[in-house]
């Protein structure tokens, strides 16, 4: 049985859709109701697979209750009916099943609500792709790659893709509509357009996410959304990594290949005014665990897995006076003199150039020991 609310602010409107919809065999009218706000309040008491909504209404539109529904409940089917024709551009951007225009064709409802029900009742539900093999990628960029498919995944807009990124970083964290609306359009003066133009972010980033088969959970409660992520991340597993007390024979491998993810700053290419301190703090961690592991290799005389951690390090930070220490360190373990004196040459270069002086003491006196 296929579940239908109705929704127009006109009582004589509402009662002529509420008769035909009760005249078709294999509907439920769950709900008629002539305000939003009742719609949304009682949406998970009704539970309809199918809406009809009006267009023009006080206080919300039917476009934007639409993507508020859709935000609430991803699966729900919309349809449109309104008195007048030039809404239905915006109308089917909210993937409507149908516009049909006032004084509703009967036998055009019927056909809107037949394909309704064979989609949602007449199959089985398709089965989601195996997901093994999805990841997400943060470090270096942005990129989502579905399991088996070497393109990655498309974000239809800028903004779905920057709330992503927002609420990636803020998972597992309950953030507030209005957070949400003040970062992606602080420009905006309308509640009413930045709650629009929120609902139909979040709505289209959920709809790439499931498309895709990526194991990201976006949930919505009393104004705030929260993400849960199952699948592989850089940034993620590097943040992990980085809380490790210390570095053993048991965790060096898992730790090494946690800082190996490091490609760049978080988001690079992306720009997220409110993504600077998270990057500044991720570019740390990386070079704090880059830092550790090679201390610890440098103590099992492992002096090459040391100098593979401490180059792409010193690419990152030029000026990291630890790193640098250590990789003369390995040099000099490794019994390598002309790469020894060039690293120190490089050293001073770098310091004369970027902070207009000599190296630090400390770097100076481990040259001349160590030479």
């Not at 792709?129 to 990129?143: K, P």
């Not at 990152?316 to 360190?329: F, K, N, Q, S, T």
Request: hydrophobic fraction near 40%.
């Amino acid at each position: 049985m296929l579940r239908v609310a109705l929704l127009d602010d006109e009582r004589p409107a509402l009662n002529v859709l509420s008769g035909l919809i009760r005249s078709m065999k294999g509907v439920e009218l769950t709900g008629a109701f002539t305000n939003p706000a009742e719609l949304l309040q009682q949406l998970q008491e009704c539970r309809p697979h199918l809406v009809l909504l009006d267009i023009e209404m006080p206080g919300m539109n039917g476009l934007e209750l639409a993507a508020a529904l859709l935000d609430m409940q991803e699966e729900i089917e919309v349809i449109f009916v309104s008195a007048y024709h030039q809404y239905a551009l915006e109308a089917f951007r909210v993937q409507a099943v149908d516009y049909l225009l006032k004084p509703v064709d009967p036998v055009l409802l019927q056909g809107s609500v037949d394909r309704v029900i064979r989609r949602k009742l007449g199959s089985r539900p398709a089965v989601v792709e195996d997901q093994e093999g999805a990841s997400i990628a943060c470090l270096g960029g942005l990129e989502l790659h579905k399991a088996g498919q070497p393109e990655p995944v498309r974000f239809p807009t800028a903004k779905a893709e920057e709330l992503f990124a927002y609420l990636l970083v803020h998972r597992n964290t309950d953030v507030s509509k209005w957070t949400l609306g003040d970062l992606l359009w602080p420009d905006i003066v309308s509640t009413e357009k930045v709650n629009h133009n929120l609902h139909m972010a979040v709505y289209r980033m959920k709809k790439s996410l499931k498309d895709h088969g990526l194991a990201v959970r976006i949930s919505s409660q009393r104004g705030f959304y929260r993400l849960e992520c199952d699948d592989p991340c850089d940034y993620i597993a590097l943040e992990e990594a980085g809380q490790a007390p210390q570095v053993n024979r048991e965790n060096v491998k898992a730790l090494t290949e946690a800082v190996k993810l490091y490609k760049g700053p978080l988001f690079a290419g992306r720009d997220y005014p409110w993504c600077e301190g998270e990057r500044e703090r991720m570019s740390r961690c990386y070079r704090a665990l880059s830092r550790k592991l090679a201390a610890w290799q440098t103590g099992q005389h492992r002096y090459h897995e040391a100098a593979e951690l401490l180059l792409p390090l010193l690419e990152e930070a030029p000026l990291d006076e630890e790193g640098h220490e250590l990789l003369l360190r390995a040099y000099d373990g490794l019994q390598q003199r002309t790469s020894f004196i060039a690293h120190y040459e490089k050293i001073k270069r770098s310091f004369r150039e970027e902070l207009g002086e000599e190296p630090p003491q400390g770097l100076r006196r481990l040259y001349s020991d160590l030479r």
